[in-house]
């Protein structure tokens, strides 16, 4: 049966089901196109994503026809104890040895620009870290290796909300501007270089305005949304959509993204505009939002639901 060719999982047996975001809608299991009992899914990271999303294939990954077949950490105390020895893979060059069908990075964008290219010989691969898009050399990279092996490279949309719409406006022509603010307590950045040093005490901070290009090397931890919105309008794309970064210290335990988007000038002088705000809980200090982590398990039955064509896709 050819890779392409897709049929209907058949129904989950037994009595437990797993949580509502995880329940597949009429899923066309990949692996049942490659006459495999299971797809193969390898984490790369396990930190706040990582960890939730191992514990989640480890819980439902047989019942969604999806098994973990290696967990990659730079720090493997972190996995000791929490994850069956069976699955650690202590080399990621060794990760063809695993045979994985789909990688998931949910480490650091630096692991896409170094590695990216060379995980797409063996399997697809969900990006977990878009920000590491902004570097047009990597995104080269990942094009082509894309295309030379046949693999799928998945955006994790991650806290983009409306990413579809966007998407289908960005498409349609009726996009003229793009503009994400990403606001959160100063400890829940992970800010590098110049912007670690413009924090100050006063209330509210824009740390940064500018082009999402320009934004994250500068801070490559907290622009994903950012570099997420800017792959799904690819008129506007790193160049012209706008981040805006801001400390506020009211929010210790949430971060906050605005989205807001026109068009064109109508007949009539005025133009379409939307504008989403959202609230995600999040830890006081933690980077990654409570909402975040079932976005990503969304994005991960998502992309193994999803066509293995070559290119990029958001998910
Ligand atoms: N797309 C989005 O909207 C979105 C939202 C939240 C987080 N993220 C990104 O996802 C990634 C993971 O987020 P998190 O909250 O789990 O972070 P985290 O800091 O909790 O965990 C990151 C884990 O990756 C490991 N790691 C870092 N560099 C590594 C390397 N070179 N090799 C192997 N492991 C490495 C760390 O040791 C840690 O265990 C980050 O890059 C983060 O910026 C994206």
Redo the contacts with the bound molecule.
Sequence with gaps: MSKDQWLPRPPVEGTSQPPMELRPQATRFKAMALDRALWRVGV???????QSLVSHLLTWGLKLGLELVFV????PG?TAGSVPPYPQLQNLTDLGEKHPDLVVE??????ICETGAQILRHADLLV???SALADQATEQQLLEASRRWNHAVFM?R???WGSEDITKLDAAGGLQSLRVTIATHPDGFRLEGPLAAVQGSVPRTVLYEGTVRGLCPLTP?NS??MA?AALAAPSLGFDRVIGVLVADLSLTDMHVVDVELSGPLGPTGRSFTVHTHRGNPAEPGA??GSA?VTAFRRSLLGCCQLPPRPGIHLC
Aim: charged share 20%.
């Design positions: 790369v990271g396990y930190g706040r994503l990582g990659r950490n730079r720090d972190q949910v480490a650091h964008p630096k692991i977990g870290s878009p994790a991650g806290t983009l931890r994903n949304t997420a980077v990654t975040t």
